[in-house]
């Protein structure tokens, strides 16, 4: 995780722009070595032969469908405990 941070006014003091005469950009500094030949551009474009590939097979689905239709039966009693109360 990173945490970026632009500090206006060191950018305008670097930059030699005077408060509110710049347009809205972003600048990228680096520093140290880093090799970004390697690095992917997001999104990432799927290739052809890829389309139609399923990454969840049947099985796991089924278990997410389980569990999602526990959770949501378990919320549809609670509400109605909840609102029917005697």
């Known amino acids: 995780n990173k945490l970026l941070w632009i500090d206006r006014d060191a950018i305008e003091d670097m930059t030699s ?4 005469e710049h347009p ?3 600048v990228e500094i680096e520093t140290g070595k880093s090799d970004t030949s390697q690095a992917p551009c997001f ?3 799927p ?15 089924a278990g997410y469908a389980f569990t999602w239709f ?12 909840l609102l029917l109360r005697r």
């Open 17 to 20: 722009v005077k408060k509110g």
């Open 70 to 81: 526990g959770l949501s039966s378990a919320g549809v009693y609670m509400t109605r405990r």
């Open 24 to 26: 809205p950009l972003f």
């Open 43 to 45: 999104p990432v474009k």
């Open 47 to 61: 290739s052809v032969e890829s389309v139609g590939e399923f990454k969840v097979t049947p099985s796991v689905h």
